[in-house]
């Protein structure tokens, strides 16, 4: 189980920060990725007190964390995979992998597992075309990879996780 980041010194800590930006121009970015480093995603919940603190629309908000990929409504997984779907990794299989990932750890694409270990995107173009298809796990780049890479993969990072 995740612990849990809904505490009162969080929310002080992102309070902290709407009163350090509030009143500047371009003050939702920073107090967005304040938000984002403390509690590890931008749910509604967070989303609301922001707005409140900086009276700032929630629609406003909700739209830029909704564009900008590195927001997310959803925590993250202790290991963050990315599958590329750009056209040279899509042409050479990824999807095959990525649909294989998705079972393996019984995770949908753009979730988190139920036991917060891994997380799991559809990315677009990484800028590894030769060697695709390309996949990554944190900062971890794999490349001219086959469905039966997978398995071991993923093995490497629930070995880590069992430590």
């Not at 796990?137 to 890479?149: H, I, Q, T």
């Amino acid at each position: 189980m995740a612990k849990d980041v809904y505490t009162n010194d969080n929310y002080e800590l992102l309070n902290a920060a709407i009163e350090k930006y509030k009143g500047t121009k371009g003050a939702l970015m920073p107090v967005l990725h304040e938000g984002q480093k403390i509690f590890g995603a931008l749910p509604l919940e967070i989303q609301q007190f922001i707005s409140k603190g900086l009276n700032v629309p929630l629609a406003d908000i909700y739209g830029v964390v909704t564009f900008y990929s590195q927001f997310s409504l959803e925590p993250k997984g202790e290991n963050h995979i990315g599958v590329c779907l750009g056209t040279a990794c899509y042409v050479k299989g990824s999807q095959a992998i990525i649909d294989r990932i998705s079972r393996d750890l019984n995770v949908k694409i753009g979730c988190t597992s139920e036991n917060g270990k891994f997380s799991l995107e559809a990315t677009r173009c990484i800028g590894a075309c030769g060697l695709a298809p390309v996949l990554t796990v944190n900062e971890d780049v794999y490349g001219r990879l086959v469905e039966a890479d997978v398995p071991g993969i993923l093995e490497k990072y629930q070995e880590d996780i069992d430590k």
